[in-house]
């Protein structure tokens, strides 16, 4: 989605982004740390989605996914100015994206916001749409990051989705077969058209190679 590939470019061009990555360089904190301090938010929110029996809880999940989201872009700011941006760094952080990922809509399904069907089929389409992202870069293309849904769409989405389950826990419509919370809306989304974006990447790649 346009909405991703604009994220990307307001981190990486921020005086904001910029300030805050020399603050950790003065530091002495790494892009590596960073990227494992942004994967420790995202389980931390996918804990506390399962354990989430009160308003409170889930407004902190709110606030790690935010976090993990943030951290995630700085890292590769980080990188950039300190001169360290390394094939290491770009492929820890991947996995830890993966992994995180998989904690969040994991604390979503096991929370109880949505079946399990639903969070299988939208682990699938988010690991698959990160895959050919990655696997075009393997067969000697750029890495394709095009697509309906990037992973800060994604995040947002979690993020929209959870403070509108804090203004309102109620299915969505009250009754019927497709009747979700915010968050199980979000993860139904999430396993339509993260497969769709999956199935775009791919035929990109495919046409180019």
């Given at each position: ?34 990227s ?38 700085l ?5 950039r ?41 939208a ?43 804090l ?10 077969m ?22 775009q ?9």
């Amino acid at each position: 989605m346009a909405l991703d590939s604009l994220l990307r470019a307001f981190v990486d061009n921020s005086r904001f982004a910029r300030t805050i990555a020399r603050f950790f360089a003065a530091m002495g904190i790494s892009p590596n740390f960073l990227s494992l301090l942004s994967f420790f938010f995202a389980a931390l929110a996918g804990l506390f989605f399962f354990l989430s029996g009160n308003n409170l809880i889930l407004l902190l999940a709110g606030v790690f996914v935010c976090l993990n989201g943030f951290l995630d872009g700085l890292d590769g700011v980080l990188a950039r100015e300190i001169g360290n941006a390394s094939k290491k760094g770009d492929f820890l952080d991947h996995v830890l994206d993966r992994y995180s990922d998989m904690f969040i809509i994991g604390g979503i399904v096991f929370g109880g916001y949505a079946g399990w069907e639903i969070g299988v089929i939208a682990i699938i389409g988010v690991l698959l749409s990160s895959y050919m992202g990655t696997q075009a870069q393997a067969v000697g293309l750029n890495r394709v990051y095009g697509g309906l849904l990037g992973r800060a769409d994604r995040l947002l989405i979690v993020i929209a989705a959870t403070f509108l389950t804090l203004l309102y826990p109620y299915p969505v419509p009250a009754s019927g077969m497709l009747s979700f919370s915010f968050l199980g809306w979000a993860l139904l989304i999430f396993a339509l058209l993260c497969n769709v974006t999956a199935l775009q990447r791919f035929f990109y790649a495919w046409r180019r190679i």
